[in-house]
């Protein structure tokens, strides 16, 4: 497994990204995630900036919104780190067990229909092209 | 391809998941998707019962926030047909161009880093397990 | 798109394969997928001769219950190409329509079911490790 | 992770469907995904009521076959859960380690083959539309 | 379909990303990404300013090989859209119908081999942890 | 989890594998994944046959580079022993951390862009095609 970064060995580059971190979240905790990212660190920067920006940054979806979105797509990439700090996340922003409840039952549902379509190679309503 | 089952030549069950489709949807159009799934009609009707509820009936996300979900997901999964149909239904239910770039963006993002994750075997922190 | 190439143009090591698909299958129409894997013959050879050992060749697994596996991998996969083949080499081998109809089932469920799984991050039961 | 819930805590919805379980099964032990999912008794009961009806109900398909795709829509989909329990399953339906191999092996196979048709963006054979 | 912004009628901010894309490539073309990611600006701007520094910025890892795993990794999402321009980019840079063929059958082998890995549940060795 | 086949109780179909492989890669160890494949010894000699040649025998991509393609999908594929696996096999064959961290950066741009296409359905450029 890849070495994970800690604040005391960092390069500069990687501070600066840390300290980031820990003031835009509020918080002294660096997720696993960006210590790993930290043996690239133009990588920990790029990933860092856009996950700020787009999860946090202004935008016409409210944050919790975009949590949820996000962590559909991490349940369908099999992304279980991602999974489980996106169910976080989201808890954090104000979701429910209900809230969750649907959220899973939408996945699955979509998840089961996409197969269908595609199984049966259904052709595109011309309304819909 | 498989055959789409047209309303006049439907047997009584199809027939009648039609009629709620139509009268569901307020509209006399039937997808194609149901027409394909008319060939076996169990899975008709089990399909769209769950999609009517589980997209339509009462629960704590709002109807436009499941449609986003659901794209996220079919987006994903590589659905074409799914993604199709499912920005239209979103557009319907107040879904703005500015909104659609916005969950394509987290679509993106997401996706990189599940990859991320996943590529660098990213340990789930402590406190996230 | 990549050529597709025809027995007349073939090299002597394509040929060989064309003709072995031909008189294996009892036809003289060669699929598209290996005209096109005729490109790097090496691929050709290796893909077909897997192929035909695997779904055709002895084993404890009929031949129509390897399509139905090797249609159901195929959609989960979202090759449409396959899908359509393994579709139509199903029936050939026996598939029904309503067979048809319960494989899609399974898929959807399974494919619904899969996502529950990971989405909540269910931990495998002891007696299942 | 998500608490589960044990059958001595749970709602009157959420026993009913445990005890169609251990009814329907004829075993007194309730799988982890059951518990996790009682978190939403809608999803619980939609669930178990589709994968009981689907995976055991009357068919074309045996019990055996339909637990072959649906493990092979498991693998593909990379749940690990899933692939654990319906492993199992299939080998109480009488799936021998022989067979087993076979069903990795035609895996396999059409997940090699079924990108080779998407990288070289293979054209479906008129007679296969 | 979304619509495709022309560069006559695209706003400031779209037309100076068109330019650098014309400059950075050296040509008066715009693919069809680029002018349908242009209805949500900043996601065009950051999409393409990405992809330019990643595959062709400074780096340790040579074009070519960059396109290569790009590449791999389209046909892995069954993004076809992305295989075709990606396959091209590929040429540009320098592969043969030869190179192709053997990522193919790279793609192919590692694709089966996933799967037999996660199908049968293989323990990591203590040696790649 | 299916049992591992040691040396010493295996058939002789499977030591002459195990031998095989010992000699090619002048190692006394064996694999886990290769002893899972034991129990089912026509799939691990194919398996191997195949691995062995592909990735090491002839070819005008370098071994390196094979490997670099081989992780992308594995990540791509969610497939955690084969990720580990060859990072570890990268590695041995000369790959860096740096170039470990430009692999990653392609794959996470590669997944992101992938869906935007789809997500938008942008239809492939006639040059393209």
């Known amino acids: 497994m890849t070495k994970m970064i800690e604040y005391a060995e960092a390069v500069p580059e990687v501070r600066e990204v840390y300290d980031d971190i820990m003031r835009t979240r509020k918080t002294d905790y660096i997720n696993n995630l960006w210590k790993v990212l930290a043996n690239h660190p133009a990588l920990l920067r790029r990933t860092w900036e856009q996950t700020r920006d787009i999860m946090g940054g202004p935008g016409v979806l409210d944050p ?28 954090t922003k104000g979701m429910s067990e ?20 595609n199984g049966y190679r259904v052709e595109i309503d011309e309304r819909y092209q």
């Not at 991490?74 to 780190?81: A, D, G, L, Q």
């Not at 209900?98 to 089961?112: D, N, P």
């Open 98 to 117: 209900e809230m969750l409840g649907e959220v899973m039952t939408i996945i699955a549902l979509a998840s089961g229909n996409n197969r269908l379509a």
């Open 64 to 91: 919790l919104t975009r949590e949820l979105i996000y962590l559909a797509v991490s349940v369908s990439n099999s992304c279980e780190y991602c999974t489980a700090t996106h169910t976080a996340a989201a808890r």
